[in-house]
């Protein structure tokens, strides 16, 4: 192709293995890349040993997509000015310092999907921080107005409903299990959680059956 002059490419593989040697390194990857002189180039690999699987992520910067799929605690980091749809997944714990990275990383993010079932580690520390106003970082999310917590320790619920850790900025669509709400919320009573549960506008439940009756004033800007 010699009259090629722009490569843009963004691959993602998956499989299974098991024995984690036998699996290509970033260092590998990086050097079936070594003719591309022009071009910067981005290599993720996770290995999920739970489930025998891993990943491999290679992309071309500038990244020019609008979704970033499957971003796991390797994330590279870098700046994502045109991506407004994610989703975060890994095996391990997503502690509080790995949203603010994800915040500065996408800042026009819109739309935002985290599978994780592993409880954080720190967050009795972050907790402590907090109560004691020493280096917490608060996150904003100017842009988001849908959040996906399907399949999620609780933790993950408290990361982004409480107050003390994340500001909703607007008016957003929630997807969530009503007892892991319910729960997160203290039945629909809790403080921490009220302020960013009045910024919901549509909430998308799983598996409910009667709605207490505080349900409507914990959630006064429902549509």
Known sequence: MPHLNQFIFN????????????????????????????????????????AEYVQCHIYSCPYTLTHYNNITNNFPGGLFNNVQEIELFDQRPFEHEFFIRISQAFPFLKVLFIVNKESQTFKQEQESKNNDNRNFSFIEYSHLITLGLINVHDDYAEQFL????????????????????????????????????????????HE????PEQYNTYFPNLE
């Not at 998956?14 to 022009?38: A, E, L």
């Not at 299990?177 to 009573?189: A, E, G, P």
């Not at 409910?208 to 709605?211: S, T």
Request: proline share 2%.
């Open 11 to 50: 691959i993602r593989s998956t499989g299974h293995f098991t024995d984690v040697m036998s699996f290509p390194s970033n260092d590998d990857i990086y050097r079936t890349f070594t003719s591309f002189k022009d071009y910067q180039v981005i290599s993720c690999v996770d290995y999920f040993p739970k």
């Open 162 to 205: 409480f107050d003390t850790k994340t500001c909703l900025s607007n008016y957003i669509r929630l997807g969530i299990d009503y007892h892991q709400l319910q729960r997160v919320t203290l039945n629909f009573t809790r403080n921490a959680t009220r302020n960013n549960c009045s910024k919901i506008k549509q909430l998308i439940l």
């Open 208 to 211: 409910y059956l009667d709605l």
